[in-house]
C-alpha cells in the first residue's frame, strides 16, 4: 500500500487548489493548501521536517514560484518538487533545469494526474528505503543485508557488477537464473569463467577497455542477444564512483522473449511490408517517371496530369512504408544500437542540404542559427538525422510558398537545443496535444492536399525519449509553430 504522505499545495487559482487538494485527500494523503509564495515560506518554516511533496503553480503573482523552487532544492530541505503549468511549455522546462522533478498541466485528467503522483509517491518511498540502508553502511561490493538483497531480488531484470580486473563482484538471483550462476562462489572470479555466453564476456571487458575517455563521454552500449532459449536485451553502464572514478561495470539484462512472441504477427506483417509493398512500390515510382518523361510515348495533358497524381500518391505510399518500418525499429528500441558522440552542426548541414531542392521548390527560405562550438551529444546517429529530417520536412510542408524556417542550435545548461520556428499554417491549440500520437493528423482545408503518413512526430518523440531528452510545441493557428528539442550534451 503506498505510504500517506505531508503534501504542500501552492496554487492561486481556488478551483485548481480545491481540486486537487480533493483528489490526494481522497487517497489519505495530508494536504497543506496555500494561496500565496508568503503563506508557502510559512508553512515550509513551521512543517519543513515532515512536507514529503511540493506542487507549485507556475502562475503565482510577481514570478512566486521560483524564489519556492530554489528554496526547496537547497540540500537542507529533502521535498520532492512538482510545478504546474497551462500548458507545461519553455517556462516549465527552466523549472525543470532548476530542480524541479516534473510538471503538471492545470488541464489534466484524473488518471494523468495520478500517473504523475504515483510515480513520486514511489520514488519518495525508494529514497527513504535507500536512507535506511545508507545507515547500514555496506560497501557497494557487498550488497548483503536482507533488505538490500531483497531489493535487488525485487527486480525484474538481471544484474551482473565486475570490477575493473573483470572480477564478477555482484549479481542478482534473476541473473544468476538467467546464466546459471552460483551465487554463493562468485566474488571475486573472473567474469570469463561465470559466464559462459561469449558475446557477453566481450561486453563485460570491453566496457572497461573502452577506458576514461568512454566513461566521460557517457559510454553505454545496448545489444541483443541470444542466450539458450532467452532472447535478452543488455544495457552495460561503466559504474562511476563519487569522484568520478571509473571502478567497474554493470550489465542490465530483460528477457524479450515473451515480447517477440507477442508481438510475433506483427514482425510477419512489417517484414511483408518491407518486402512486398516497397520493392513494387518503388518499380512502380520509376516506371511513372519514364512515362511522364516521354520516354514511352507523347501524351496529352490530360494523360499527364493523371500520371503525375498517381506519382504523388505512389511517393506517398512510399513514404509510409518507410515511416512504418522505421517506426518498428525504434518500437524495439533498435534505434539506440549504435551509440556514439555526435555533432549536431554537421547534422544540420546534411539535412539542410537534403532539405534544399523542396524548399526551393516553394521558395521557402530557411534560415540559420548555430553557437561556435556546440557541445557534442551522446546518441544514435540514424535516430538523430532522423528527428531533424521530419521536423524540417514537417516546417516546410506546412509553411505556405514565399514563407521562412529558422533553425537556432544552442547550448542550455547541460543540455543543447534544436529550435525549429516556422511562418506556416500552424497548430490549433486543441490538436497541439495529439500531435504526437501515431498516424495522427490534423484534419482541416489548408492540409488536405498535403501528403503524409502521420508518423513523423511519433518517429521524433520516440528518438528524443530513447536520448532521455525533451521535446516543447508552441504553435498557434495561421501564425506559425515552433518546436525546441532538448538532449543532454556529452559529458
Known sequence: MAPSLNILVVENDIAILSKVTSLLEKRGHNVIPVESREEAFASIQKKSDIIDL????????????????????????????????ADCGEESIEAMDAGAYDCIR????????????????????????????????KSIHDPGTENMRAIFDSIADGILVTDLDNNLMFCNSKAADMFDISRDEILGKPVQQLVKYKRLQKLLVSSHEAGSSAVHMGHQQVCLMEADEKRLRVHINPVINRDGTHVGTVALTHDVMAI????????????????????????????????????????????????SKAKD???????????????????????????????????LERTIDLMDIMAEDKHITIKTNVVDNLPYIIGDKNGIEAV?????????????????????????????????VDTGIGIPRTEIKRI?????????????????????????????????????VDSEKDKGTTFIVTLPMAQ
Open 106 to 137: 492545470k488541464t489534466f485528467t484524473t488518471k494523468r494526474f495520478w500517473t504523475k503522483i504515483d510515480r513520486a509517491i514511489e520514488r519518495i518511498s525508494l529514497t527513504r528505503e535507500l536512507k535506511k540502508l545508507k545507515h547500514k553502511r
Open 54 to 85: 511540493a506542487l507549485i503553480s507556475l502562475e503565482l503573482p510577481k514570478l512566486g514560484a521560483w524564489p519556492l523552487i530554489k528554496t526547496l532544492r537547497k540540500p537542507k530541505y529533502e521535498i520532492l518538487v512538482f510545478v504546474m503549468s
Open 436 to 472: 504526437f500520437e501515431k498516424f495522427y493528423r490534423i484534419k482541416s482545408e489548408s492540409t488536405t492536399h498535403i501528403a503524409g503518413s502521420g508518423l513523423g512526430l511519433s518517429i521524433v518523440k520516440r528518438v528524443v525519449d530513447l536520448h532521455n531528452g525533451s521535446i516543447y
Open 260 to 307: 517477440t512472441g507477442m508481438d510475433s504477427l506483427k514482425d510477419d506483417f512489417i517484414f511483408m511490408v518491407s518486402h512486398q509493398l516497397k520493392a513494387p512500390l518503388s518499380a512502380m515510382l520509376m516506371q511513372l517517371s519514364v512515362v511522364l518523361d516521354g520516354l514511352a510515348g507523347d501524351l496529352t495533358e490530360k494523360q499527364k496530369s493523371l500520371l
Open 313 to 347: 500518391k505512389t511517393k506517398g505510399m512510399i513514404a509510409l512504408v518507410s515511416d512504418l518500418l522505421d517506426f518498428q525499429r525504434l518500437e524495439e528500441d533498435r534505434v539506440l544500437l549504435q551509440i556514439t558522440p555526435l555533432n549536431l552542426t554537421e547534422i
Open 388 to 420: 531533424f529530417v521530419n521536423l524540417f520536412s514537417n516546417a516546410i510542408k506546412y509553411t505556405p510558398d514565399g514563407g521562412q524556417v529558422t533553425i537556432d542550435m544552442y547550448k542550455s545548461a547541460d543540455d543543447v537545443r534544436i529550435k525549429v
